[in-house]
């Protein structure tokens, strides 16, 4: 990958974020801290993942919420994840929801056709 594709890409994380508090949301925010340091020309875009949607105030890298069991907020999720040139995945079980948490396996599919 040449120098300048790499310093303009836009990365995108999936997993809980603060203000969350656990542990992948902390190491999220900070692997997005790092891999898009200010000042750098790369983005971080956050999906993060929520029990219930619009009920966080979320820092503006936030660019949408996953919510377990709404496809409503996998279809946001799928379209701003097209947006991204690269996503990292933080995986827990009960992040995503669904028997053995499913609906994190795209399975090679588009995010808005993941069985919940």
């Given amino acids: 990958m040449e120098q300048a594709i ?4 836009f990365v995108g994380f999936v997993g ?28 971080a875009g956050v999906v993060s993942c929520v029990e219930l949607p619009g009920v966080v105030r979320h820092a503006p890298e936030v660019v949408a919420e996953l919510v ?12 701003a994840l097209d947006e991204l040139d690269v996503v990292v995945l933080q995986h827990e079980f009960g992040i995503f929801g669904g028997e053995d948490a499913r609906a994190g396996r795209s399975q ?7 069985d919940p």
């Fill in 6 to 9: 790499v310093e303009q890409l």
């Fill in 16 to 43: 809980t974020y603060p203000p969350t508090r656990c542990g992948i949301a902390t190491f999220t925010a900070s692997l997005a801290k790092a891999m898009a340091p200010a000042g750098s020309g790369r983005r």
């Fill in 68 to 79: 377990p069991g709404a496809i409503a907020s996998r279809e946001v999720v799928a379209a």
């Fill in 108 to 114: 090679r599919r588009p995010w808005s056709e993941v």
